[in-house]
């Protein structure tokens, strides 16, 4: 999982690259189940 983080996103960007996707993966979680 870091690897690939690392692969397609800069190294100082990763942090908030995981913040982001989990953040739209909850939203998305969220309205399908609504």
Same mark, same amino acid.
């Given at each position: =999982?870091?690897?690939?983080?690392? /692969? $397609?996103?800069?190294?100082?960007?990763?942090? =908030?690259?995981?913040?982001? /996707? $989990?953040? #739209? #993966?909850? $939203?998305?979680?969220?309205?399908?189940?609504?």
């Amino acid at each position: =999982m870091g690897d690939t983080n690392n /692969f $397609l996103f800069p190294q100082k960007d990763v942090r =908030m690259c995981n913040w982001g /996707f $989990l953040g #739209v #993966v909850g $939203l998305v979680v969220v309205w399908w189940i609504v």
